[in-house]
Nanobody, 124 residues
Framework: QLQLVESGGGLVQPGGSLRLSCTAS????????IGWFRQAPGKEREAVSC????????NYADSVKGRFTISRDNAKNTVYLQMNSLKSEDSAVYYC?????????????????WGQGTQVTVSS
């Protein structure tokens, strides 16, 4: 099972930016569609964005469209989430996991492994 490590979180002021990274140690990383999910205290985990294995298809939650951009560099076994114009409601632990390669891409989780995540806190 593909295991991924998230990084790049931190404390940022409203309106600021962060770039999250999701890195795999496995060489077959480029076979997998990958999704970013987040969970805030007291709330259910929600899909934020996902990207197909070749990077040509992406999907975004309505709440982040126009502010977040997902991308990948398969040569570096890494998926990125560029987050701009951050809001307090974006505060959460962010996770990356493999998603099912559906057409259209729907950010449906594949498997049951969740890593440690990376904390994003948007606060003044």
């Amino acid at each position: 099972q593909l295991q991924l490590v998230e990084s790049g979180g931190g404390l940022v002021q409203p309106g600021g930016s962060l770039r999250l990274s999701c890195t795999a140690s496995r060489l077959s990383f480029d076979y997998y569609a990958i999704g970013w999910f987040r969970q805030a205290p007291g709330k259910e985990r929600e899909a934020v964005s996902c990207i197909s294995s070749n990077g040509r298809s992406t999907n975004y939650a309505d709440s982040v469209k126009g502010r977040f951009t997902i991308s990948r560099d398969n040569a570096k076994n890494t998926v990125y989430l560029q987050m701009n114009s951050l809001k307090s409601e974006d505060s959460a632990v962010y996770y990356c996991v493999p998603v099912r390669p559906t057409i259209p891409l729907m950010c449906a989780v594949s498997g049951d492994y969740w890593g440690q995540g990376t904390q994003v806190t948007v606060s003044s």
